[in-house]
């Protein structure tokens, strides 16, 4: 566990698209001074927009994505690029983007985590100020989904899933003080049932969903007809489902991935408490709605644990 805080020694530069608005984005990930936190720059909205920290207190929705708003300047689907900093114990960077969205990339942490660990870290003259819980935080919501925080001396997380699906069955994923993060986390892709795709279009969402930024999960077999359907709408040749219930265009990084993403999510989702965290953390079915919702209650916490100091 780090004493001091850390930013990054180089400076990284990304292009893509973003996930839901499906526009292209160019965005550097750069090295912060210590207690400058991590912080979005929309340079597209010209000198006088407001930085957005983030933080929690600035989540305005949680659809598919964690998305933050300050004074109308808004960053969507930030969780992947926050969880790579978080999961890395990079405390200092500034974010700058040309657009609204993070790009979605390969849909995991991995391209993020790969460029930062090739150059390491930079520690600074600036102690950690972890949140040490004194008490259980707990939270249940109507879908389902169920999260606690213990106490404890470090930090951990225990993620389970479960959707009633046979391809995806209950799964389980855990990360603690010696997780190799960048080798076990990162590359975990975001995933969707194919019964989602429809109504995602239907809804404004996933403009800039390919088959090379997710995981496709096909419960049952389908007519060829569909897939020929969908092979057109994603511009590749052919589709098929492969034996293990996923669409063919890609293959299991792990055979817990989707738990494992879900963990990544967590991450990403908790980094926005602003102080690294000493507690452990059992998620069932978690979510960015639940996520954010223990957050929130967490920096609450933190902002009474380091008042006046």
């Known amino acids: 566990m780090y004493t001091n805080q850390h930013t990054l020694k180089g400076k990284y530069e990304f292009e893509g698209k973003g996930l839901h608005t499906g526009k292209k984005v160019h965005m550097k990930v750069e090295p912060a001074p210590k207690n400058f936190g991590i912080q979005f720059k929309r340079c597209d909205l010209g000198e006088d927009a407001p930085m957005v920290e983030a933080c929690v207190d600035y989540v305005s929705a949680t659809a598919r994505g964690t998305t933050l708003d300050k004074q109308g300047v808004t960053v969507l689907t930030l969780e992947h690029l926050m969880g790579a900093l978080y999961g890395m114990h990079i405390d200092n960077a500034l974010i700058t983007l040309d657009a609204p969205e993070v790009p979605i990339l390969d849909g995991s942490a991995k391209p993020y985590a790969d460029a930062f660990s090739k150059d390491g870290l930079q520690e600074q003259n600036a102690p950690r100020k972890y949140l040490v819980l004194d008490r259980k935080v707990v939270c249940r919501n109507e879908k389902g989904s169920e999260m606690v925080v213990l106490p ?3 930090f951990s997380i225990d993620v389970m899933i479960d959707y009633n699906s046979k391809v995806v069955g209950c799964q389980y994923a855990r990360f603690e003080t010696d997780t190799d993060f960048v080798k076990e986390i990162a590359p975990c892709r975001t995933f969707v049932f194919l019964h989602e795709l429809e109504p ?8 800039g969903g ?4 997710a995981l496709v999960i096909v419960e049952n077999p389908v007519p060829q007809e569909e897939l020929n359907r969908l092979a057109s709408i994603f511009n590749v040749k052919t589709l098929e489902r492969v034996p293990e219930g996923y669409l063919s265009h890609n293959s299991l990084r792990f055979q817990n991935e989707c738990a494992r ?5 967590v991450l990403g989702d908790f980094s926005l408490v602003g102080y690294p965290i000493k507690g452990k953390v059992i998620a069932y079915k978690s979510g960015h709605s639940i996520n954010t919702t223990i957050a929130r209650e967490l920096r609450t916490l933190a902002k009474r644990q380091f008042a006046g100091r």
Do not use: P, R, S, V
Request: charged share 40%.
């Open 200 to 207: 995602l279009f239907k809804y404004n969402l996933i403009k």
């Open 210 to 213: 390919d088959l090379d930024n």
């Open 261 to 265: 993403h879900k963990l990544l999510d």
């Open 152 to 154: 404890d001396d470090h």
